[in-house]
């Protein structure tokens, strides 16, 4: 991912202290400096994200280790480790909904023909990665609660929306002391 603050110019003390930060502190310093821009700063800075990240696309299109890229370009903070990726499924939440229909257009260790944009976060470059049965076997819970619980919640709530409760007469008789 390469957000939209990503080339944001910093401040002079921000910047002498910027090459010793982790992600999380350059992110936070970036988005701050981004959220103080006028609208053409605004633009100038999508702009310049967008430049970086065509040039990021075409180095992982012509063959340079993914890994490598997001570990030079990437600012996702929620990708501990490249290789592993992240876990979805079609209906997955939680995600760019952008992200997840162009990551599923793609066959197996395909890389993306084109940037995915996405207004909140700024451009993501995707490679699809085979299923690693053994991350899976060793994160199975994780993943369960993760992807099928909201589905589950989903399915609950569309199913208690169509049902329709009807009262009888005896309904405003009941009492805790009466179902005892």
């Known amino acids: 991912m390469i957000p939209f603050y990503a080339q944001v110019d910093l401040d002079d003390s921000t910047a002498d202290s910027y090459d010793s930060m982790s992600l999380s502190d350059k992110a936070s ?5 981004y959220a103080k821009l006028d609208d053409d700063g605004v633009k100038k800075a999508k702009e310049k994200a967008k430049k970086l990240a065509e040039e990021v696309l075409k180095k ?4 340079e280790d993914f890994d ?12 501990e480790d490249p290789s592993t990726g992240y876990y979805f499924n079609k209906d997955t939440t939680g995600y760019p909904e ?11 260790n395909g890389i993306s023909t084109e940037l995915t944009e996405n207004d909140t976060y700024g451009y993501f470059i995707i490679k699809r990665l085979p ?15 993760s992807y099928d619980t909201p589905a589950i ?8 929306d169509k049902m329709e409760v009807k ?6 008789k009941i009492t805790a002391d009466s179902i005892t």
């Not at 992982?60 to 063959?63: H, P, R």
């Not at 009262?167 to 405003?172: F, L, R, T």
């Open 29 to 33: 310093a970036k988005q701050s400096a």
């Open 60 to 63: 992982a299109q012509d063959g």
């Open 68 to 79: 490598k890229l997001i570990e030079k370009y990437g600012w996702d903070l929620g990708l």
């Open 98 to 108: 952008e992200l997840v229909k162009d990551a599923f257009k793609l066959k197996e």
């Open 131 to 145: 299923v690693d049965m053994d991350y899976v076997e060793q994160n199975i819970d994780d993943m369960i609660y």
């Open 153 to 160: 919640s989903k399915l609950y709530n569309e199913r208690m």
């Open 167 to 172: 009262y009888c007469d005896q309904w405003d």
